[in-house]
């Protein structure tokens, strides 16, 4: 009787809440001011249990495992009890629109409040239909491209019932032995920055509540890509100023540009795991930035305290990381088991859980569930999004743009179209699945366009293939190790027959999809097996070779830098990989990708980063060994951040600096112009770095502090202006201040970041 009396009180007030709900969204093209949204939350956390709001603050996965162990005492029953009482916040992994309304509904329906849930899910480069991994992405550096490309992600992701992504991963990394660098946007931070911001836009769009945009999230806070020696799930120790100006800057980018959910990670930041750093979470995320969105934990990343020795069972466990700011719990059943206990206890302040659950309502509220929490569960909408022509369309375009063209002597590409004999070899040329990348949870197997598929187009060259080596043995999987064959090598000879009659001969080599990814760390990062081998074999016999890398990091690739003539990084392309490959192969489409991450020449080097240090002994001015190097090899990579070349060549000239703008804010523009001087049209990303000679803390030797991404007839000239105020010439200090310092600075401008145009200006 009592529970009935209360029950209608409570739909009554929800009822009123969707009133006022739908009513303000007719009048303001469902944007719903902030206050009013604050005061819903207000009544409803007023009628809600601790229980209740702790619920919010559970995150449950569905019903296969994929990303991480399983804490012990799950099991479905639970959830779908949680589920009944309202004890869950959100969901992951469920997609299609019938699982998400079945959820939804019991949420909605049988819970006692009916308050929605959230759908989570990796939606990472695509749902169904992919683009290219995230750092190819980003070697396109093209933002309006890399937008649209989370735009198709987020118009399929939310015609499958899902309505939070967890990307964009803002990681910098300097380590390419770490597998998750295929994840984010490479080494640099301008270009993170700038890339964070356009993903954030592509996934929420301008209207979070529309039907077709989805919550993003920010991951992983902070500072997961510097894991010690590239190893997974391990160690960081970096210094405030690095943390300060080199990991932070995307998070920071990403927040101003709105993105709803901030993830934290697995790593130890200078001792702390930073699911439980309030310095992280708080001091800088929340307080500092104001970010009003909600912190989601890593898988099981709470729990993970108790064996980084940081907490000695699950009740601390949850008490360090909700008083240090995460407001939810991914899969690790710690919050729903111990945080009502805490609170009654007085160990935990109930306010803390109230900001928690007000911060994850309010996504509720922002996403339009609340005012029809089935609002991405329309069949028919399911039907006509996911795969649709222009998604495919959509993910070959970006494709393209991301593919980089390494290296091309005596302009063996574009190949010619007919008349040429082609071998093709390697066993990634006719890969379908590979090309998918490691993330593609809902993404159907061996369904990539493959090279060869996409040479086959080309219909007038007579094109053989053989695969040479069986390079992956078994079936490959996301959650188990792939096995590399490393002594069967009967196939090079055919190979190498093969490669004897051709005119050309186009290799596909590389790393498979499920060796880059999450847990997919490699202390080597040659090319895997005998692929060596079959190359220098085919090499003794024929010259004329493409080689074409297929991979989801930086490889060292030193022998064949050397000795080949046409190498184009083809990356793990997505959905369309072959066609975008054999499109550029042909020239029917000029390269104009930039690498975002540096290629070392071999393990040692790593880190190396263009934008390092300078040393205090930079040179061998001395003539001596008594300078900061190696004695078995050179300090330069083997392919510097932002180079990438073009079927056509561009000059640079006519550098030119001027100053205005207050004394308080002083404004430097920079001028240069770029001249298409070869055979074909073509696209250039026009590249600007300082160097701040004398500073309080040590500058990188250069920074990319501009680009623009332009396209010139042959023949064309264009002027290209970059404006460089505050935000770009200083930095922040140890103490945290971000300061400007009078002084010189250099200016680069050019098509890389080793580049020959520069000048000087005095601040
Ligand atoms: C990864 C996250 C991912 C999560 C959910 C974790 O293992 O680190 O990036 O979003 O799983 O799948």
Redesign the pocket.
Known sequence: MKYQLKHSVLLVTVFILAIISCSTKKHTLSIVPDDIVDKKIDSLLAIMTIEEKVGQMNLYNGFWDV??PVPKGSSSNLKYEHLKKGYVGAM?NIRGVEHVRELQRIAVEESRLGIPLLFGF?VIHGLKTLSPIPLAESASWDLQAIENSARVAAIEASAAGINWT?APMVDISRDPRWGRVMEGAGEDTYLGSKIAKARVKGFQGNDLSKNNTIAACA??FAAYGFSESGKEYNTVSIDNVTLLNTVLPPFKAAVDSDVKTV?NS?NTLNGIPVTASKYLQRTILKDGWNFEGFVVS??ASINELIFWGHAKDKKEAAKLASVAGSDMDMEGYVYIRELANLVNEGIVEESLINDAARRILKVKFELGLFEDPYRYCNEENQKEMIGSESNNEAVLDMAKKSIVLLKNEKNLLPLNKAGQKIALIGELASDKNSPLGSWRLASDDNTAVSVLEGMKVYKDNSITYTKGVDVFLGKTSFISELKINNTDNSGIKEAVDLAKTSDVVVMVLGEHGFQSG?ARSRTSIDLPGLQQKLLEAVYEVNKNIVLVLQNGRPLTIEWASENIPAIVEGWQLGTQSGHAIAQVLYGDYNPSGKLPMTFPRNVGQIPIYYNHKSTGRPNNSQNNVFWSHYSDKENTPLYQFGHGLSYTDFKYKNLSIEQNGTSSNKKVKVSVDITNTGKYDGKEVVQLYIRDLVASITRPVKELKGFELIELQKGETKTITFELTDNELGFFNNKGDFIVEKGDFQVFVGGSSITSLQDQFTL
Do not use: C, R
């Open positions: 990303t991480g992951l990796d967890f991951k992983h993830m697995f890593d898988w999450e």
